[in-house]
């Protein structure tokens, strides 16, 4: 019998939990080639994650054992689209799982929303976290008070870098350019927005605990009620009749408030706002408005599917339409491009469990088969359209060295803000 040959194409939690459920259940049956667009693997574990939460990237650790699996390569650099087809993938795999995420940031269509000084969630993490797209941006944090709109973990992460002292993620993995910013930021004060009820909120306990522990930070709460049981709302109580000091910065948390406009010539200067209210199971607004003087603003409203030529896309979910996990025999989907931008990390585990059960499932009835391609051909293929290609020995070379560079100022790495900067770590240039 042939080996079966796939292609994962998105290397972060998604991807690495498919793979390794892959494994589990074909083992020397089968060769995987985990494709990312850049030549770093773990997505949004790498990138997205908060830098003062460094428990939760170590779960990268399980992700690199699957890597270290023989039958596994991981090639990044590699990129679905235009010039790598849907088409071009089939030819070359006897199956593609897409586990490419939710990587187009949304933002409210509100007037002002393209001012400078109003971004989204994602390029602010993207910022932090030295992701290469990032690599130019300049925030300008010489500002008194920054708004978060959304009450989601995303916002509550937004609103805590921007607050918290920068000495404190001085020991983190944050972007230097970032840290450099953050500690000559005049930002004192941070309103995080929410047009739900506290009860409806949709950040966790344990990331609203968090924000009372923040050192020298006052977290206040405006909301029109806290009535109701629970541990968030028990937190949120303890936390409103909490002392604070005038010496603190500040957090508030407000609910039952959206945005309207985002005011402002040259840049952001205020916010306009409306007070909302529940009715018919929805929170609508009112008549009720107000403006919030602010100099930054950031959009934490979610995340979005790309669209991938040669698959189906629905445009108003944001994400590639699918049963169980197949888009059709050979051709599935995994992670927040299967299900939307919602869950934590160890979701996709179980989520990458369907989406295999739907491989094995076609394998049995025999709408997949092995077909025995080249691996040698496939790689020849991919760089040529892709020729910045790397391998599982480049990422090893870049991991190693931001380790080593972290090791002088005990941090746990220094990370290369640039495409080029990785790619010459990697040995490509």
Known sequence: MSTLRLAVVGAGPAGAYTTAALLAQLGGDLEVDLLDRLPTPWGLVRSGVAPDHPQIRTVSRVFERTLDHPAVRFLGGVEAGPLLTHDDL?????????????????????????????????RLARWY????????????????????????NVALDCARILVRDPVQLQSTDIADPALSALAGSRIRHVVVLGRRAPAHAAFTHAELQELGRLPGVDVTIDAPSLDGTGPSLDTLRALANRPGSPHNRRLTLRFQVAPVAVRGDARVDALDIVHTELRDGQFHPTDRTERLDCGLVVHAVGFRGRPIPGLPFDDRLGRIPHTAGRVAPGTYVAGWAKRGPAGVVGSNKRCAVETVAAVLEDLRTGNLRAHGHDREVTLAFLRDRNPYLTTREGWRRIDAAEVAAGVSTGRPRVRFPTLSG???AAGRY
């Open 129 to 152: 976290n030295a992701h290469p797209a990032a690599a130019d941006e300049r925030l300008d944090l010489d500002v008194d008070q920054a708004v978060v709109v959304g009450n989601g």
């Open 422 to 424: 990785l790619l010459a």
């Open 90 to 122: 089939r030819e070359h795999y006897d199956a593609v799982v897409y586990a490419t995420g939710a990587p187009s940031d949304r933002q409210p269509d509100i007037p002002g929303v393209e001012l400078p000084g109003s971004i989204t969630a994602g």
